[in-house]
């Protein structure tokens, strides 16, 4: 299934993650029971919650990112991207957004950037 966006480029899901940047908090969940494994982002401006990225098993392929406003619980995000393509890594999200996206497409940087310096294991997966 391909990877649709699913909000508007100014939802508060998408912005809150443009100020100050993202830091990797590194996987929570190794073996999500879909074929994939769970990692977490926090927002590096104080009080503006946390985005939870789950990619495929084995590589560094996007399925879903999801944005948790402070307060809520797992399981409630708000999903800003769901499904898959053969070349949905976050350079290839980034490469694939249009211009009419700025959000979008800094949202997509600050991850980017986040996962600079995360040490790719053996199998693949950031670790």
Request: with cysteine.
């Amino acid at each position: 299934m391909p990877f649709t966006w699913l909000l508007q480029d100014n939802a508060a899901a998408v912005t809150a993650g443009l100020n100050g940047g993202l830091t990797y908090a590194g996987v929570i969940q190794a073996n999500d029971g879909l074929g994939g494994y769970n990692t977490n982002f926090g927002v590096t401006e104080a009080g503006h919650g946390h985005y939870h990225v789950h990619f495929l098993a084995g590589t560094q392929q996007v399925s879903c990112i999801r944005y948790f406003a402070p307060g809520v619980a797992n399981g409630q995000g708000t999903n800003i991207l769901t499904g898959t393509s053969p070349s949905s890594t976050m350079n290839a999200l980034l490469r694939g957004l249009s211009a009419d996206y700025p959000n979008h497409r800094a949202l997509i940087t600050n991850f980017i950037n986040a996962l600079q310096n995360v040490v790719v294991a053996a199998n693949g997966q950031y670790s």
